[in-house]
């Protein structure tokens, strides 16, 4: 999976993308790998919804 179209997908950068998708993958494994990346895009939304305050 390369990060790029990863990124792109969920919204993210790709350099978070895949920094999020190598920790996903050591921690969790295969579903690591693929649900960090969908989390952190989850919090970016609610937090630019305004509904959780993480990033400024």
């Known amino acids: 999976m390369e990060p790029k ?3 792109q997908q ?3 950068h790709p350099v978070v ?3 999020s998708m190598f920790v996903g993958l050591h921690f ?3 579903i690591g ?3 960090l990346p969908i ?3 989850l919090l970016r ?3 630019d919804k ?3 305050k993480i990033f400024k």
């Open 5 to 7: 179209l990863v990124g």
């Open 10 to 12: 969920v919204g993210l």
């Open 17 to 19: 993308t895949l920094i």
């Open 28 to 30: 969790l494994g295969f």
């Open 33 to 35: 790998m693929l649900g």
């Open 39 to 41: 989390t952190i895009a």
């Open 45 to 47: 939304y609610l937090n």
């Open 50 to 52: 305004g509904i959780v």
